[in-house]
């Protein structure tokens, strides 16, 4: 079995060790003797979504999502397309504002890909914390750190998670992210996915499901390291 993760735009979307999450993704899979390779696109390739498993959109400044905004255009129908076969994407902050319709800034109006019914707009101040959500897609918490000054509304859309501690998607609502067919969009780097295997495994699963049309059980892995880290941060920050 073979994993072909799409790196968009790293060159501009890299925020906060978000390249961490690649790491991670590839060495889940060798673990296991999966093949894995990543494919990073600059601005000017072009992108055949059909090579591709798992998309990873990573965070980035308001000024840099303005620079891709405009080639996020143009790749819209083919991603869309992409999306609505079950095609796995990982969105982080920035790159999980650019899933939405749009993200309103004081500096002008960032265009999004409309994958996602979702929105964003600048709010005052910025939302900066560690976080800790609880998901219904896993028994583990999903912990991070998220630095935004957008508001994300996701409608009717279901979020990744409800907020434990921290933001989340506008402060208010109480609730983190999105997850839409195989998507997941999320505020929290750190990377997110070293310190949250499952939420990497379900990432993989999927992509295995969808390329090889089964079910797919993956072989555990050790993941004490991983579940320790995990439990210091949720420990740290919500009392029992
Ligand atoms: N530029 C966006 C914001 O400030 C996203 C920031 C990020 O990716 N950390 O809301």
Redesign the pocket.
């Known amino acids: 079995m073979k994993i072909t993760i799409g790196h968009l735009y790293p060159d501009l ?1 890299n ?2 060790g978000d390249r961490g999450n690649i790491q991670c993704l590839m060495k889940r899979c060798q673990w296991r003797g999966i093949e894995a390779e990543t494919v990073a696109f600059e601005l000017d390739d072009s992108i055949d979504f059909s090579g591709l498993d798992i998309v990873l959109l ?5 000024r ?2 303005m620079l891709v905004c405009e080639r996020l255009r143009e790749i819209q129908s083919d991603f869309k397309t992409y999306v609505e076969n079950d095609g796995v994407v990982i969105a ?6 650019l899933l939405g319709k749009y ?1 309103k ?1 004081d500096q002008g109006m960032i265009h999004g890909l409309d994958l996602v019914d979702m929105y ?1 707009e ?1 709010g005052e101040g ?1 939302l900066i914390n560690n976080i800790v959500l609880k998901s219904d897609l896993f028994d583990m918490p999903i912990v991070g750190f ?5 508001r994300t509304c996701i409608g009717g859309n279901k979020p990744l998670g409800k907020v434990l501690y921290g933001k989340g998607n506008d402060g208010v609502s109480g609730y983190e992210g999105v997850v839409y067919k195989n998507v997941i969009g999320t ?1 929290l ?1 750190g990377p997110l996915l070293p310190k949250n295997p499952q939420l990497a495994d379900w990432l993989i699963a999927r992509a295995l499901e969808k390329k090889y049309g089964k079910t797919v059980e993956l072989a555990p892995l050790d993941d004490t390291q991983e579940r320790e880290a995990n439990a210091y941060v949720y420990h740290r920050f919500v009392s029992e």
Request: with cysteine; hydrophobic share 10%; charged share 15%.
């Open positions: 979307l925020l906060y990573g965070g980035g400044s308001d840099e999502q982080i902050c920035g790159g999980y504002q993200y800034t964003t600048q910025r998220e630095n935004h000054g957008g505020y780097h």
